[in-house]
């Protein structure tokens, strides 16, 4: 090392220059004081936001990305882009909001692209269909909301159609049963094998919506509400003893009216009027099918009851006459064997038939929907 004129210099071997350190210095200094210089001054250029801000002009070209800068005062739409400066702002097949913070950010533009959502869905997502028949994806809270709402519309009967195995089997062979059940307004799984097969073939059913407790949860609604209630089906002594009960469990449930089961053709015109007559929010009919359903179906307008419930023997069951399968029975979906073994004659026979047919039928249309090849392979194909 040596000294020359106040310098210092380094040697260093001979297949290197010698390093001026003062020199050395004075640069690491004067990039430093230009560092400090930079984050004390608002950068001029483009500062990259979300969604692709900072790329405006290699997406869109400098001509197009200049207007984009320049007009703020309200929303620019080009093709396949939105702008907006503040707020939030919405047009058919755009979503244009500002997510940029106030203040650095706000004033400049965001560039989005269409969102996939808003075009309409190929398929309701809250429906299911199996053998024909189009099932509401709905839980028991939802059916009774859905019902309580049709009580709160305009005059105009609907019929809610509570679907088992055997529904699903005797509508192919039944067409007047069959275009009854489909222009049903709300359509429930009634029945554990009804929302097995319909979980097996990979749609989604969230529970099921049996129409005895169904029509239990929509008296006590309509006591609450105080809504107009009439009982059509059953025995005399059934329907009677199920009018007592429910004026005793739900006193502000209204009773317009109520009939037993047996009467012939030449009545019916007769108990539409009288049902129609006495202004009822909801008409339960307590009968077999088909017969319900296409009655309902072929009077519906004329009745004029907002919900029109077929529910079988829940007569029976609700006024005390039939005891109901214990909890752990109805989880496991064996309520038709508790059924079975309450009523053997009545049962033994439509059991043995029905469910040997559902189980061909529904186990033929798992398999095929399984099988069926998805769009995404198709496509490939």
């Not at 012939?264 to 009027?273: F, M, P, R, S, Y």
Request: proline share 6%; hydrophobic share 45%.
């Amino acid at each position: 090392m040596m000294v020359l004129a106040g310098r210092m210099t380094i040697v260093v071997p001979r297949d290197h220059n010698s390093i001026n350190v003062d020199l050395l210095a004075r640069i690491v200094l004067h990039l430093k004081t230009l560092r400090c210089r930079g984050e004390r001054e608002p950068a001029t250029s483009e500062q990259p936001v979300p969604n692709g801000d900072s790329r405006r002009k290699r997406r869109f070209g400098a001509r197009l990305a200049e207007p984009l800068t320049s007009r703020q005062s309200r929303p620019q739409i080009y093709p396949r882009v939105v702008v907006a400066s503040r707020g939030h702002h919405r047009g058919r097949g755009f979503i244009v909001s500002t997510m940029d913070s106030w203040p650095a950010l706000a004033d400049r533009p965001r560039l989005v692209t269409p969102r996939v959502a808003d075009e309409p869905p190929t398929k309701r997502a809250d429906k299911a269909e199996l053998l024909g028949l189009a099932f509401d994806a709905v839980t028991m809270d939802n059916a009774v909301a859905r019902c309580l709402e049709l009580c709160r519309a305009s005059r105009s009967s609907q019929m809610v159609v509570t679907a088992n195995a055997s529904h699903l089997c005797m509508m192919r062979r039944d067409p007047e049963l069959a275009r009854a059940c489909r222009a049903g307004h709300l359509t429930v799984a009634d029945g554990m094998s009804v929302v097995w097969a319909l979980r097996a073939s990979g749609q989604s059913v969230p529970e099921r919506v049996a129409g005895v407790d169904l029509m239990a949860r929509l008296l006590a609604a309509a006591g609450v509400h105080h809504l107009r209630v009439y009982f059509l089906g059953a025995k005399a002594a059934v329907v009677t003893a199920l009018v007592e009960r429910c004026r005793a469990q739900y006193p502000g449930l209204e009773i317009a009216g109520f009939r037993d089961g047996y009467f012939g053709a030449d009545d019916h015109l007769g108990i539409v009027e009288e049902i129609r007559a006495s202004g009822a929010h909801m008409l339960f009919v307590g009968m077999p099918t088909p017969f319900k359903e296409t009655w309902c179906e072929r009077h519906r307008q004329r009745l004029d009851v907002s919900v029109i419930l077929g529910v079988g023997g829940s007569f029976d069951v609700l006024a005390g006459f039939i005891r109901r399968a214990p909890l752990w029975v109805q989880s496991m979906g064996l309520e038709w064997l508790w059924r079975l073994a309450m009523e053997p004659r009545k049962l033994m026979k439509r059991y043995l038939t029905t469910n040997t047919e559902f189980i061909w039928l529904a186990g033929r249309e798992i398999m095929a929907r399984r099988l069926r090849p998805t769009p995404t392979a198709q496509g490939h194909m």
